[in-house]
Nanobody, 115 residues
Framework: QVQLVESGGGLVQAGGSLRLSCATS????????MDWYRQAPGNQRELVAR???????YYADSVKGRFAISRDNAKNTVYLQMNSLKPEDTAVYYC?????????WGQGTQVTVSS
């Protein structure tokens, strides 16, 4: 059974930092592409960052230079370090992967950035 469990969201002032975690089980984590998406009210879910094949990374233009995705293969966990947060980063953040040709999502964690 595949499970993705996010944690680390919360309320932070603009300019602050948060680190999100996504603990996984039931997948071959070291070979998995791991994504962080976010969805703000009224907006579509958007890809924020990707860790591909454990080496390559991708970032949305809006977060480049501020967010960093990393992974700990020993803990089957992917992280999203978010620095210099802005009010427009406010959203529910979701962990995502594809395994066995199926999409899996975590339950989401709320990030709220106050101005």
């Amino acid at each position: 059974q595949v499970q993705l469990v996010e944690s680390g969201g919360g309320l932070v002032q603009a300019g602050g930092s948060l680190r999100l975690s996504c603990a996984t089980s039931g997948i071959t984590f070291s070979f998995a592409n791991m994504d962080w998406y976010r969805q703000a009210p009224g907006n579509q879910r958007e890809l924020v960052a990707r860790s591909a094949n454990g080496f390559n990374t991708y970032y949305a233009d809006s977060v480049k230079g501020r967010f960093a995705i990393s992974r700990d293969n020993a803990k089957n966990t992917v992280y999203l370090q978010m620095n210099s947060l802005k009010p427009e980063d406010t959203a529910v953040y979701y962990c995502h992967t594809v395994f066995g040709r199926r999409d899996y999502w975590g339950q989401g964690t709320q990030v709220t950035v106050s101005s």
